[in-house]
């Protein structure tokens, strides 16, 4: 289920029910993207200009939007209010749709609508919670991905060589976004740890990452470095297919054999996601980086038979 801004005063804004708005069976498909909608009821004065009742309530707090998350890593409540504290702070949780309060004392609950402190982009949609209806992300049957190969499979390598060869900087980060947000929304399900600020500057960094973390979710151990292979026998002759060799024949060429071992090593003994992410983009800065991946790309998904 989604709410948007209904209505705006300078301080305050009201959220609430339009017409897209399903709370009974959802309105938005798990597979976009929305910002999610956190309250932090921190018990603030109501301000006295604005009436409340039942359906324009008081969340006695403030109200904010997190950057696009995709509705499959809203995998539980639990989940949702994660993400809230972790972007905004201890104390900020997903917002639910009986949040507003009035009457005296504003002691009892009322839906559809509330007014919070702060301000949010008109137009804008957002995930909102309700607690006595299936209209929740975490009730769709979909899902994320089971592993990252099920991301990484879906990539179209024809696709992929033609932008490397022809397109703009811009053109081929623009490919890799939706690689990237897919790894982003997959890690914070599954993980718990959100990468999505790393992503939107660095998609290529993003889609390295994703390989990385394949080896990791495979037991490719790190001491699988240490033997050289053959890069190109490995693509395109008895490796073919073999997790392990399309995996080192992949990164080799990326950032420097070196570089990725140690790397790949800290991230297999326990470095967090983010820290692995955030030392791809520096390293990414000493080569041709949108090139030199697509190549190690085309490459990884060639050998593992995902054409």
């Excluded at 024809?158 to 623009?174: H, K, N, P, T, Y």
Aim: with cysteine; glycine share 10%.
């Amino acid at each position: 289920m989604t709410f948007t801004v209904l209505e705006q005063v300078p301080g305050y804004v009201r959220v609430g029910a339009d017409g897209a708005t399903n709370p009974y069976a959802g309105d938005t498909t798990v597979d976009q993207y929305r910002s999610l909608l956190c309250v932090n009821v921190d018990q603030r004065p109501a301000p006295s200009s604005i009436s409340f009742d039942f359906y324009n309530g008081w969340v006695r707090g403030s109200l904010q939007v997190t950057s696009p998350v995709q509705g499959s890593a809203l995998t539980s409540r639990a989940r949702a209010d994660g993400i809230c504290a972790q972007t905004f702070g201890f104390g900020h949780r997903m917002a639910e749709f009986h949040d507003g309060y009035y009457g005296p004392g504003f002691a009892y609950a009322g839906g559809w609508s509330f007014w919070g402190a702060g301000s949010i982009t008109t137009g804008t949609r957002f995930w909102t919670a309700i607690d006595d209806q299936p209209a929740n992300p975490w009730n769709s049957a979909g899902g994320t991905p089971q592993s990252v190969d099920d991301i990484l499979a879906t990539i179209d390598i024809r696709a992929l060589s033609q932008v490397v060869r022809f397109g703009s900087d811009a053109e081929i980060a623009a490919f890799y976004t939706p690689i990237a947000n897919q790894i982003g929304d997959y890690v914070l399900a599954r993980y718990d740890e959100d990468l999505r600020g790393e992503i939107a500057d660095n998609p290529e960094a993003a889609v390295v990452f994703g390989m990385l973390l394949y080896g990791k979710e495979h037991g490719i151990p790190s001491e699988a470095f240490d033997n050289p292979i053959d890069c190109s026998a490995a693509m395109y002759t008895v490796s073919r297919a073999d997790p392990m060799h399309c995996f080192i024949a992949a990164l080799h060429g990326i950032i420097g054999l070196s570089d990725i071992q140690h790397l790949y090593h800290d991230f297999v003994h326990g470095m967090s996601a983010t820290t692995v992410l955030r030392a791809v983009k520096v390293m990414a800065r000493r080569v041709a980086w949108g090139i030199t991946i697509g190549i190690a790309i085309f490459e990884f998904v060639h050998c593992m038979d995902w054409i």
